[in-house]
């Protein structure tokens, strides 16, 4: 029976969870704009026994409001030294980070890439980072890069399947191409 590689997701959030923007009203405000298929994707994550986190360097209320609606337990704010985070959040999962995959877009997020068993990027991640890492989503992020990087890891370890049976779905393609292939 096919099995998770890597038990867990670790996300950071502005740029990979979001677009990167910083939405303030006249009241000051902050809010974020998150893509409905990365929430999608973490769902399906969690479907197959894996476990997501996110790990962040900003604070933000609607961050913790969004964990809370997908069913994601940890979440790490105002973390600016992310390996050490990392580590940390590792030790409270159980999980060596051998066993995690982390998505992340900027320069505070290498440290944290490689120390993970995984590293991912979304396509408009920073220069180094995309060059860092493991897999490039074909969206950026906050645009389904989340989503997109759910497949990959599921369809690598012959658990997209289980998703695709769990919908009613026996194969799923995009114009004449496999999801095996698109996630690539």
Avoid at 13 to 25: A, C, F, Q, R
Avoid at 134 to 156: K, M, N, W
Wanted: hydrophobic fraction near 40%; include cysteine; charged fraction near 20%.
């Amino acid at each position: 029976m096919a099995e998770l590689t890597y038990k867990a997701l670790v996300l950071d959030v502005d740029g990979t969870m979001t677009d990167g923007g910083i939405y303030l009203d006249d009241h000051g405000v902050q809010t974020k704009r998150f893509d409905v298929t990365d929430g999608s994707g973490i769902v399906y994550f969690h479907r197959v026994g894996g476990r997501v986190a996110f790990l962040t360097g900003r604070t933000s209320r609607v961050v913790q409001v969004r964990a809370d609606e997908l069913g994601v337990a940890h979440v790490v704010q105002g973390a600016l030294d992310k390996a050490p985070a990392l580590r940390a959040l590792c030790e409270t999962m159980g999980l060596p980070p051998a066993q995690v995959a982390y998505m992340g877009d900027d320069l505070t997020d290498v440290p944290a890439m490689r120390l993970a068993g995984y590293a991912i990027a979304p396509s408009n991640a920073a220069e180094p980072v995309r060059a860092l890492a493991d897999f490039v989503t074909p969206s950026g992020g906050g645009h389904g890069a989340v989503r997109q990087a759910v497949e990959h890891l599921l369809i690598r370890d012959g658990l997209w399947q289980q998703v695709l049976d769990r919908c009613g779905l026996t194969a799923c393609t995009r114009g004449g191409e496999s999801a095996e292939g698109a996630a690539r």
